[in-house]
């Protein structure tokens, strides 16, 4: 009982180290939508269980403006299911077998967030035992949660003009990415494929573009939609190439 304890308190304390950086990218990001959500009419509970139950980031803010604008149910779940849908792809390489467990798998399938999947992508992750991938991943939901929380709780004192606060989200993601693709160009990229997945930004840039110049009104979903219908169809013609070794 000795031993399982020490295992899972130094699993627990690589883990904190480990999601530290991207937990503390979270404080700022985390207490502007607590703020913005108190700012829009809410109560400051609702923050909080939208970050502890839904947990989808750039979901969250996008159903502030839902909700405060009345939006029925049936279009908020297309929303959510079309915002989130790349977490399917996120399922095919996410080391969910080496979680312990079915009530363990049950919480890293829920709490599946962009950062947690690429801190357990890199190749220092593939050394993670299964609890270490689930305390990183319950670090990571408890400063969303706790940041949304303190953000709701304090967002009548935080002035309308401070400005920038909303950039945090673009910033994680584009630090994150580029620590992915230098990851990918340290292993030699993907076979057939020098440099990884070098197009799959200019693939999130056009189906932007598109959006922007197609549906100005609904770009944010058509934005996700084009750029998961790109990935698909990538993945489709990529694996159409690999030869059939059977």
Same mark, same amino acid.
């Given at each position: +009982?000795?031993?399982?304890? %020490?295992?899972?308190?130094?699993?627990?304390? /690589?883990? *904190?180290?480990?999601?530290?950086?991207? &937990? +503390?990218?979270?404080?700022?990001?985390?207490?502007?939508?607590?703020?913005?959500?108190?700012?829009?009419?809410?109560?400051?509970?609702?923050?909080?269980?939208?970050?502890?139950?839904? =947990? @989808?980031?750039?979901?969250?803010?996008?159903?502030?403006?839902? %909700?405060?604008?009345?939006?029925?149910?049936?279009?908020?779940?297309?929303?959510? =299911? +079309?915002?989130?849908?790349?977490?399917?792809?996120?399922?095919?390489?996410?080391?969910? !077998? #080496? %979680?312990?467990?079915?009530?363990?798998?049950?919480?890293?399938?829920? /709490? $599946?967030?962009?950062?947690?999947?690429?801190?357990?992508?890199?190749?220092?992750?593939?050394?993670?035992?299964?609890?270490?991938?689930?305390?990183?991943?319950? =670090?990571?939901?408890?400063?969303?949660?706790?940041?949304?929380?303190?953000?709701?709780?304090? &967002?009548?004192?935080?002035?309308?003009?401070?400005? @920038?606060?909303?950039?945090?989200?673009?910033?994680?993601?584009?630090?994150?990415?580029?620590?992915?693709?230098?990851?990918?160009? !340290?292993? @030699?990229? %993907? #076979?057939? !494929?020098?440099?990884?997945?070098?197009?799959?930004?200019?693939?999130?840039?056009?189906?932007?573009?598109?959006?922007?110049?197609?549906?100005?009104?609904?770009? $944010?979903?058509?934005?996700?939609?084009? *750029?998961?219908?790109?990935?698909?169809?990538?993945?489709?013609?990529?694996?159409?190439? #690999?030869?059939? !070794?059977?």
């Amino acid at each position: +009982m000795r031993i399982r304890t %020490v295992v899972a308190t130094g699993d627990a304390r /690589a883990a *904190f180290r480990d999601s530290l950086s991207v &937990g +503390m990218a979270f404080v700022p990001l985390g207490l502007a939508f607590g703020a913005l959500a108190v700012q829009s009419g809410l109560d400051w509970w609702w923050a909080s269980l939208s970050a502890a139950v839904a =947990f @989808g980031g750039s979901f969250e803010f996008l159903l502030i403006g839902l %909700v405060v604008a009345v939006t029925p149910l049936a279009s908020i779940a297309v929303a959510a =299911f +079309m915002v989130n849908l790349r977490h399917v792809f996120y399922a095919l390489s996410f080391p969910l !077998h #080496r %979680v312990p467990g079915r009530l363990g798998k049950a919480y890293a399938t829920f /709490a $599946l967030c962009d950062e947690a999947y690429a801190l357990a992508s890199t190749e220092k992750a593939r050394s993670w035992p299964g609890p270490q991938i689930l305390w990183t991943q319950f =670090f990571l939901h408890a400063y969303w949660t706790g940041s949304a929380t303190a953000g709701a709780l304090l &967002g009548a004192l935080i002035p309308e003009s401070v400005t @920038g606060l909303d950039f945090a989200l673009p910033a994680l993601f584009t630090v994150l990415a580029l620590d992915a693709l230098r990851d990918l160009r !340290h292993r @030699g990229g %993907v #076979r057939g !494929h020098p440099g990884g997945d070098l197009p799959t930004p200019l693939l999130a840039l056009t189906s932007a573009f598109v959006a922007r110049a197609v549906f100005p009104g609904q770009m $944010l979903l058509a934005a996700f939609a084009l *750029f998961t219908a790109g990935l698909l169809a990538r993945h489709l013609m990529t694996t159409a190439q #690999r030869p059939n !070794h059977a």
